[in-house]
């Protein structure tokens, strides 16, 4: 491993990552690993994790793509250093800032998204010109293996690695000093990451998650809306990988009234989306491994809690399926309440009145998305101002994530730092700040042995009062 | 029983849970998000500043014997700076910024929110103890924040004047100050904070990293490191000369963290310019200048001790070419001149960060930037005086480190349009102008979608009609998309 971080540094220091035609070949490459190896892809993804062909291109391979392109098409721009103005004071003088790769960096993937995870943050990595260590989880086996088996075979091996292995592998990489670390995962296994990488002083990022709310008001009362409301909603849980997703809808929140409306419209969907036979569940992941699925079943255990169940309930476990299931404001003091739920259980927590969910989402850790149906201005205008989030959608769910103008990251419990799009290559650099001077004008005042007329000078420059320094030259101001 | 006087309370664990308890509170109840307060606030550290500048001067004499001029300016004039900057800008910095969409989420609009993180802890440095205690802290009351300083111990008059200051200028509700040493800190380090800003040295940097790393809380680190000074011989020598004492010796004596470390220069050039310091120091400090009163002392024994082992070293004290002197009473250092020093020497392996300067002598100037690679560790800043603009180019795509400065030192500190931060050893994240309120801020990403525009395709059961769909929609492309709605 210590050989595998040293040939990372010797090839960073040889300055091929640095090139920018070395990265956009790596970046075109990348491309054509993806488009070559589709189907193997999709196979992978339905062995680890029962995800369709649909889902598949739409949050793993489409997403990769996307980024990609996008950085190609971008990366010139972003490698240019951004000039800053300078006050007439340093007159002549030129100030940019200059954004150059950290070096050699080590991204933890998640096995949720096991493609898109290690892939978007390796495409930021690229773009900013390091060289990069990959380590997939191992609870995605066949898309590990898949990376470790074709990324070699497509992109420079000197420069870019993937190992595999579990736990113990991930402790030993955490002991070597790495330029950044870009972490996707757990609250808990985001802690050991970042007291590892204290040791060095290693900046982090940390992509974690939480409970993801789903405020609903009345715009329910509207039958064509709450159409949408309802798909969106079912769109956005059950979608990503049956519930699995940093940034999946954890639970809905709504008014007691509409509470029914709500339930009702949801199981329409469910059941068109699904169907409603656990053993002809289609379209739809499974969950990735026993412990999981036990974790999950076990949320259910607690009687309070099993007779809030409104829809669904039954799980297969020789398929690890587990199916859609709403429950109706199971006890708040219970798991499932306090936990991220990262599955396909979905309560709903009724309220007296909507407004009091802002205090509800408060009293929780903030959590990487915030997804709100209204179309109350005033009410989305409390939501953004009241609550934190790492972000907030309105009117939808999961599509935040295609847009490569927003930054995708967490605050506080879901994590912090952030990608996508620009903001994956500004992870992935320093900005280094750099001002040219000149040799003249010299300014007298600016050397010892201290003076009041020099200090007086010194005081009119700092508060750039060019008038004042005249005055003083002149002899006009007294010191 | 007669009264007796009260020991001051132990700041413990406790208390610094109740501490926070409180901050939040205030935080929750809104009270450092509104303008009004951030603008009050930072009016009211103006008028401190006003109102007690003597005081000020006097504190930093007594912890530093720092200069009236250093003081006024490099400690008073940049805050004064910087606040008046916030209040300028920060209607214009807390707007949201409008993000563009693509057709890939259409209809839609997207911005991005800034928002405060919450309640903040900023530790700051003994050397600037008042700059560097309060510059952080005006980024954090524009963002929002509610703060808790905690002054270096290093630099007592000036952490006590602080917390008097403070307690009778700003919003006790909201910004606290916590003096003490390592069991106050440590303290303080337990408590959940929504950042952590620390100003000071890589060893210490590292525990309030672990310590954050438990609660997940998210760290500015500004640290240091060895930064070097490149001299060519095509400049204007005087200049060069002058620029570099005042970035040396004129910065706290050397006691700063962009301070010039070290200088490589060829071996032709080398006597020459030793010669340039000798007659410059002469002029700026006089024949004596263990006298001058324009010279910072260090700041107390064990850092004078330091010093002077990596002084005293063995075979390192040949080299000196100019100083050498030291006043034990008064824990005065001259200004001190090395040629020549080996490089595994103490002196070129840890940051200086005192009043010595070691002259590395190369043979070709291009090949200073391997010196600078071979020490290892990525400083806060390097300077290089040249004319050559290839030798500028190289510089600046070569030489990694905080900041970089052509033809002068340590001004890109006043420069508030360029971020001020480390990178590798010498920290992580940055600040000062807006770089400031960010490092404070989170950045919330917001998009609105409207219920219109719901294309079925999203949704299951998936067919391979949606898939193409779906696969055109992701490139962006109008011309895939309206194809493969027309099924073709």
């Not at chain 1, 999961?398 to 799009?421: A, I, K």
């Not at chain 2, 990293?209 to 680190?221: D, N, S």
Request: with cysteine; proline share 5%.
């Amino acid at each position: 491993m210590e050989e595998t971080i040293a040939e990372l540094r010797e090839t960073f220091r040889s300055g091929t990552t640095k090139s920018v035609s070395w990265r956009k070949k790596q970046l075109k490459a990348l491309l054509d690993l993806v488009n070559e190896n589709e189907d193997s892809i999709f196979n992978a993804l339905d062995q680890d994790l029962g995800k369709s062909r649909v889902e598949s291109y739409r949050d793993e391979v489409g997403v990769v793509k996307k980024s990609a392109t996008y950085s190609l098409s971008c990366l010139d721009k972003w490698v240019a250093p951004k000039k800053g103005e300078v006050p007439l004071l340093f007159f002549p003088a030129k100030a940019e800032v200059m954004p150059e790769p950290l070096g050699v960096v080590l991204i933890f993937s998640s096995w949720n998204f096991p493609i898109s995870l290690a892939l978007d943050p390796l495409i930021g990595a690229i773009s900013a010109g390091n060289t990069v260590l990959i380590k997939p989880s191992e609870l995605a086996p066949a898309c590990l293996s898949f990376l470790v088996q074709t990324i070699p075979q497509y992109l420079d091996n000197k420069a870019i690695k993937v190992i595999g292995g579990g736990a113990d592998v991930g402790e030993r990489l955490l002991e070597l000093k790495w330029d950044k670390i870009f972490f996707t995962g757990s609250p808990r296994v985001g802690r050991l990451v970042m007291t590892a990488a204290a040791k060095h002083l290693t900046p982090v990022t940390l992509e974690l998650g939480g409970k993801c709310p789903a405020i609903v008001d009345n715009t329910l009362s509207n039958p064509s809306k709450a159409k949408v409301t309802a798909k969106r909603i079912v769109g956005g849980k059950w979608g990503p990988c049956t519930g699995q997703a940093c940034i999946a809808i954890d639970y809905v929140l709504v008014e007691e009234k509409l509470a029914s409306t709500l339930i009702d419209i949801l199981k329409k969907y469910i059941k068109r989306f699904y169907g409603d036979n656990l053993k002809e569940l289609k379209s739809i992941s499974r969950i990735v491994n026993k412990n999981q699925f036990q974790r999950l079943v076990n949320l259910l255990k607690d009687p309070h809690v099993a007779s809030s169940v409104v829809y669904g309930g039954s799980v297969d476990e020789e398929k690890l399926v587990i199916e859609p299931t709403i429950l109706l404001d199971p006890p708040l003091d219970s798991e499932i309440m306090n936990e991220e739920i990262f599955g396909p259980l979905l309560p709903i927590i009724t309220l007296k009145n909507i407004e009091e969910s802002i205090e509800f989402i408060n009293s929780k850790p903030k959590p990487l998305v915030i997804y709100a149906f209204t179309e109350d201005k005033a009410f989305k205008k409390r939501i953004l101002s009241e609550t934190s989030s790492g972000s907030v959608t309105f009117n939808d769910s999961m599509v935040q994530f295609l847009c490569d103008s927003l930054p995708f990251g967490g605050v506080g419990q879901s994590g912090f730092g952030r990608y996508h799009g620009k903001y994956s290559f500004d992870t992935f650099s320093h900005e280094k700040a750099v001002l040219h001077r000149a040799f003249y004008p010299e300014l007298e005042p600016r050397y010892p042995p201290w003076t009041n007329f020099k200090l007086m000078f010194i005081k009119l420059a700092y508060g750039f009062n060019y008038f004042g320094l005249m005055l003083l030259m002149l002899g006009f101001k007294k010191s | 029983m007669g009264s007796q006087p009260e020991d001051k309370a132990v700041f413990d664990t406790e208390s610094g849970k109740e501490m926070v308890k409180e901050l939040r509170a205030s935080f929750v109840a809104g009270k450092t998000k509104s303008y009004e307060w951030k603008v009050s606030q930072l009016k009211a550290m103006l008028k401190m500043m006003e109102e007690n500048e003597a005081q000020i001067i006097f504190a930093l004499r007594d912890d530093l014997s720092k200069p009236e001029l250093e003081s006024s300016i490099y400690e008073i004039g940049m805050l004064k700076n910087s606040c008046r900057l916030a209040l300028k800008e920060m209607k214009h910095w807390m707007k949201p910024e409008k993000a563009k969409t693509s057709l890939t989420t259409f209809p839609s609009t997207a911005e991005i929110v800034s928002e405060p993180l919450g309640v903040v802890l900023v530790i700051s440095a003994w050397n600037y103890p008042f700059l560097l205690s309060l510059d952080p802290v005006v980024g954090a009351i524009a963002a929002g924040n509610a703060i808790v300083l905690k002054p270096s111990e290093l630099a007592p008059a000036t952490s006590s004047l602080l917390a008097k200051l403070i307690a009778d200028y700003l919003d006790g509700s909201c910004i606290k100050v916590v003096e003490g040493a390592v069991p106050e800190t440590t303290a303080l380090l337990e408590q959940k904070w929504d950042k952590i800003f620390y100003t000071g040295n890589g060893r210490v940097a590292r525990i309030v990293m672990a310590a954050a790393a438990k609660h997940l809380t998210p760290v500015v680190l500004e640290l240091g490191g060895k930064s070097p000074v490149i001299v060519d011989s095509d400049i204007d020598l005087k200049v060069a000369t002058r620029r570099i004492i005042a970035g040396k010796w004129g910065c706290n004596n050397g006691q700063a963290c962009i301070s010039p470390d070290y200088i490589i220069t060829t071996k032709d050039y080398a006597v020459k310019l030793v010669d340039s310091f000798k007659c410059e120091l002469e002029k700026f400090y006089g024949k004596n200048p263990l006298e001058s009163k324009d010279l910072s002392r260090i700041v107390n024994s064990n850092h004078f001790d330091r010093l002077l082992k990596l002084l005293d070293e063995d075979k390192i004290s040949s080299k000196i070419v100019h100083g050498g002197e030291r006043d034990e009473t008064n824990l005065k250092i001259a200004p001190t001149i090395l040629l020549d020093v080996p490089k595994n020497s103490l002196i070129m392996k840890e940051e200086i960060f005192g009043p010595l300067l070691p002259i590395i002598m190369v043979d070709k100037l291009e090949g200073s930037f391997d010196v600078i690679k071979s020490l290892g560790g990525k400083p806060l800043a390097a300077y290089l005086f040249t004319n050559k603009t290839k030798l500028k180019a190289k510089f600046v795509a070569e030489v990694s480190a905080g900041g970089l400065v052509v033809n002068d030192t340590t001004v890109h500190l006043a420069e508030h349009n360029l971020p001020f931060g480390g990178v590798g050893d010498s920290g992580m994240g940055s600040y000062h102008g807006k770089f400031s309120f960010d490092a404070f801020s989170h950045k919330k990403a917001v998009l609105y979608r409207s219920f219109g525009g719901d294309s079925s395709l999203r949704y299951p059961p998936y067919t391979r009609g949606k898939l193409r769909l779906l696969q055109a929609l992701l490139s962006g492309s109008v011309l895939r998309i309206i194809r493969a709605l027309l099924g073709c």
